[in-house]
C-alpha cells in the first residue's frame, strides 16, 4: 500500500484518517486533519465515524465544539453515535489513540 493511492467507493482521495489506520502511528495526526475529516460530510461516512473516535483522546475546546457538532448535524447515524461517544469517555483512561470498537 505503501506509495499507491487506494480509492474506495464513495471517496475521491485517501484522507488522513486512512494514513492513520495503516500506520496506526499514536499521535501521527493532527487535531485539525481529525476535525476537517469529521465535518467533512464530502468524506466516507467511515472516516468520519474513525475521526470521531480519534478526537476523543484530545482534549482541546475545539475537538468538543466539532464533536458535539458531529452529534448534532451529521446525517449519518454511526458517525454520530460514535462522535458522542467520543464526548462521554473519561480522557484519563484512554491509551493513546485508542478506538472504542
Same mark, same amino acid.
Given at each position: 500500500?505503501?506509495?499507491?493511492?487506494?480509492? *474506495? /467507493?464513495?471517496?475521491?482521495?485517501v484522507?488522513?484518517?486512512?494514513?492513520?489506520? &495503516?500506520?496506526? $502511528?499514536?499521535?501521527?495526526? %493532527?487535531?485539525?486533519?481529525?476535525?476537517?475529516v469529521?465535518l467533512?460530510q464530502?468524506?466516507?461516512?467511515?472516516? *468520519? /465515524?474513525w475521526?470521531?473516535?480519534?478526537?476523543?483522546?484530545?482534549?482541546?475546546? &475545539?475537538?468538543? $465544539?466539532a464533536?458535539v457538532h %458531529?452529534?448534532?448535524?451529521?446525517?449519518?447515524?454511526?458517525?454520530?453515535r460514535d462522535?458522542?461517544?467520543?464526548? *462521554?469517555l473519561?480522557?484519563?483512561?484512554?491509551?493513546?489513540?485508542?478506538?472504542p470498537?
Amino acid at each position: 500500500m505503501a506509495g499507491k493511492t487506494v480509492r *474506495r /467507493a464513495g471517496c475521491d482521495t485517501v484522507t488522513s484518517v486512512e494514513q492513520w489506520m &495503516a500506520t496506526g $502511528e499514536c499521535g501521527s495526526v %493532527a487535531d485539525e486533519e481529525l476535525i476537517a475529516v469529521l465535518l467533512d460530510q464530502r468524506e466516507h461516512w467511515i472516516y *468520519r /465515524a474513525w475521526s470521531a473516535m480519534l478526537l476523543a483522546s484530545r482534549n482541546e475546546k &475545539a475537538v468538543r $465544539e466539532a464533536l458535539v457538532h %458531529a452529534t448534532q448535524r451529521d446525517p449519518v447515524y454511526w458517525v454520530r453515535r460514535d462522535a458522542l461517544r467520543s464526548l *462521554r469517555l473519561n480522557i484519563g483512561e484512554l491509551e493513546c489513540e485508542a478506538c472504542p470498537v
